[in-house]
């Protein structure tokens, strides 16, 4: 899949709603960055190149934390948009393939799916396909409009919307796969005229489906996926999901949460079949829970390992073998 498929990760916000000293991307959810998440999504896809796209007053910062993961850093100059910052890797990237597209504040996003917009846009050969989903709450989201016949038309920014258009709960998710002669022949004629002065990146679809069509929309039914993190609110509702998705997957495997809606887990956590975890209990880092294992209310286990049947009683356990 990797040949001729490159990836940029957009990561060039100022962050200024999340009211920190340091990048939204750098934030920690369940444990690693915001910005983890796409970036090991992106990597897992085996593209020619990851690029991450970086710029603004923490641009130091962010590239600093990935120095180490074989990405290719573009800098943008200015906060001209998500339509500048791709303009921004035009020199980097040859006259043919595909290019994914997406953002670095979105950590719940499927290695999965992207691999799925990626064989959809090979079906249909496609010149641009967008990630689409319903949210029970589009506010802030850029609304997805379609044709009568159910193809794309047009994204409308939330803050350029009317009330009516408001209505609508399809929204872009600012994942993208274009391929790149359509996409460089229009990027270039995308404007600014809009409340933020802004080069909006969904414009090029539009301009792409009107002169030369192929545009389609990939909806996923789990919108969770396309949740963007820009407050302290946002984060807590992603990590909330992300726990979500990971009690799921561990009950799938055989291990029993008495009530999953009071637990803490991190991603890098290995749980062992007919464990059974109580609420009130949080699993951090790289803890390893054994078969049979019972952890109780209140245990807090940072980096620990418990050995088979033990019943791990409330209290706080640090890299500590519990036997």
């Not at 967008?130 to 044709?147: I, S």
Request: aromatic fraction near 8%; charge should be neutral; glycine fraction near 12%.
């Amino acid at each position: 899949m990797g040949k001729g498929v490159f990836v940029a990760v957009l990561a060039a916000g100022e962050s200024t709603r999340i009211k920190s000293g340091k990048s939204k991307l750098l934030h920690k959810l369940c444990g690693k960055p915001v910005l983890e998440y796409p970036v090991s999504a992106s990597l897992s896809l085996g593209a020619e190149r990851v690029f991450l796209v970086t710029g603004g007053p923490h641009r130091d910062q962010v590239e600093k934390a990935f120095a180490d993961r074989g990405l290719s850093f573009v800098h943008q100059e200015k906060p001209l948009g998500t339509g500048h910052a791709v303009v921004c890797l035009q020199p980097h990237l040859p006259g043919e393939g595909l290019l994914l597209v997406l953002p670095g504040d979105g950590p719940l996003i499927r290695p999965e799916t992207l691999r799925a917009m990626l064989e959809f846009q090979r079906e249909r050969k496609a010149r641009a396909v967008v990630l689409t989903a319903r949210l029970p709450d589009p506010t802030g989201y850029g609304r997805v409009f379609r044709k009568q016949d159910g193809g794309f038309l047009r994204v409308i920014e939330h803050h350029e919307a009317t009330d009516e258009e408001r209505m609508v709960d399809e929204v872009c998710s600012g994942i993208y796969v274009f391929e790149l002669g359509s996409l460089f022949r229009w990027l270039g004629q995308v404007g600014h005229e809009n409340r933020k002065n802004e080069y909006y990146l969904p414009g090029v679809l539009e301009l792409i489906e009107k002169n030369e069509g192929g545009v389609w929309i990939h909806e996923t039914g789990d919108w969770a996926e396309i949740l963007g993190v820009n407050t302290r609110g946002d984060l807590a509702t992603a990590c909330s999901e992300m726990v979500k998705r990971l009690v799921k997957g561990w009950m799938d495997e055989g291990v029993t949460f008495v009530d999953p809606r009071g637990i803490y887990l991190e991603p890098d956590v290995r749980i062992g079949r007919d464990a059974v975890i109580y609420p009130w209990a949080a699993l951090i880092g790289r803890t390893v829970i054994g078969e049979r294992a019972v952890i109780m209310p209140g245990a807090v286990l940072v980096d620990a390992e418990v050995a088979p049947g033990v019943r791990v009683r409330p209290g706080y356990y640090e890299k500590e073998r519990l036997s």
